[in-house]
């Protein structure tokens, strides 16, 4: 599934055609996406959400809102910072694969 995702979302690509100091950055934000909602991160930002592997409108976790339990502020584990989240742990997998192969 991995695969199909950075074949499919033209990672590997993607990943080539960034600087060193912005796959710097993405190295860093595989691990905590908040980061690119710094000045410097912000075109990545765009970049990611416009591939589809990367949200920052996280619905509010006000526990009224919710009937359970709300979801993490944050869970770096999961890939969910406080700010933006990769969609899937696939989809931060698949942007690591590919940063890998470079």
């Known amino acids: 599934m991995v695969k199909t995702l950075i074949i499919g979302k033209g990672l590997s690509s993607f ?4 600087g060193r100091e912005v796959r710097e950055l993405l190295w860093r934000a ?6 690119l909602l710094s000045p410097e991160g912000v075109p990545l930002l765009e970049r990611l ?3 589809n592997v990367l949200i920052d409108s996280i619905t509010y976790r006000d526990p009224p809102l919710w009937i359970d339990q709300p979801p993490p502020e944050r869970d770096l584990e999961l890939g969910i910072g406080k700010h933006a989240a990769w ?3 696939l989809h931060r997998e698949a942007v690591r694969r590919a940063l890998q192969g470079m």
């Open 49 to 51: 959400i416009d591939i």
């Open 30 to 35: 595989v691990e905590n996406p908040d980061p």
């Open 87 to 89: 969609h899937t742990q």
């Open 15 to 18: 990943v080539r055609s960034l």
